[in-house]
């Protein structure tokens, strides 16, 4: 089944504890991107990656760190996360070309800093 | 600047009723795509719809309808006879062709609760 991953699905942490939220995605696509959703805000992007070892940031990207070594993971690392941080976190893939395509998203992590 | 606003924050009906969720966006791009997601009450987010700028034809499917004005900017969701599975939150999104990337602009989101 085609699809992306996100683990963990749900996280409390403290504050300053670096934490990783995986994702995956078994459809061999090119564009990977990471939102957080806030109520009243919608979702903004984080990160987006084109492809393997390329990255860019998206519109919030402070407090946040991503890598793409592999084409199917691009996982998020919040290094020292603080309570502004606590949000929905969605992980997207799409397939690049011929404009924007559908994006796939993940289950979403909610993640809690306390 | 490209943004996308949804100024119904919620919206109730009684089911059965139709309802239409507004969507009106601002880009200088004269390429860019128009989406609606829908996110139930457990949280993914379904695609519904892609649209590009230069197909203004309305779409049907099923009890959904989208109808495309570019003279308004406005690309409105309409769910005929609404069902109580229907309701979830409504994302509109803009994505601008001109960068060559698939970021997604969300606009704030639209609650639709259909009461039986």
């Known amino acids: 089944e085609a699809q992306v991953t996100q683990n963990p699905r749900y996280l409390i942490t403290v504050t300053g504890k670096k934490l990783t939220v995986t994702c995956s995605q078994n459809m061999n696509h090119e564009y990977m991107s990471w939102y957080r959703q806030d109520p009243g805000l919608g979702l903004r992007q984080i990160y987006y990656?084109?492809?393997?070892?390329?990255?860019d940031k998206g519109d919030v990207p402070e407090g946040y760190k991503v890598s793409r070594k592999e084409k199917r993971n691009f996982p998020l690392i919040l290094e020292s996360p603080s309570p502004n941080q606590t949000s929905l976190y969605f992980c997207?893939?799409?397939?690049?070309?011929?404009?924007?395509?559908?994006?796939?998203f993940g289950p979403g992590t909610r993640l809690t800093v306390l | 600047a490209q943004k996308v606003t949804q100024a119904q924050t919620e919206i109730s009906v009684v089911e059965k009723e139709d309802v239409t969720l507004d969507c009106v966006y601002e880009t200088r791009d004269t390429t860019y795509y128009l989406f609606w997601y829908k996110q139930p009450p457990s949280g993914e987010l379904v695609f519904l719809i892609r649209r590009n700028s230069f197909d203004e034809q309305n779409e049907i499917s099923g009890r959904y309808s989208w109808n495309f004005q570019k003279s308004t900017s406005s690309f409105n969701f309409t769910i005929t006879a609404s069902q109580v599975v229907d309701s979830a939150v409504y994302f509109c999104?803009?994505?601008?062709?001109?960068?060559?990337?698939?970021?997604?602009?969300f606009g704030t989101g639209t609650r639709l609760q259909v009461f039986p």
């Open positions: 990656s084109m492809n393997v070892e390329v990255t």
């Open positions: 997207a893939s799409s397939q690049n070309g011929g404009g924007p395509n559908e994006q796939f």
């Open positions: 999104a803009l994505s601008e062709g001109s960068y060559n990337t698939d970021k997604l602009i």
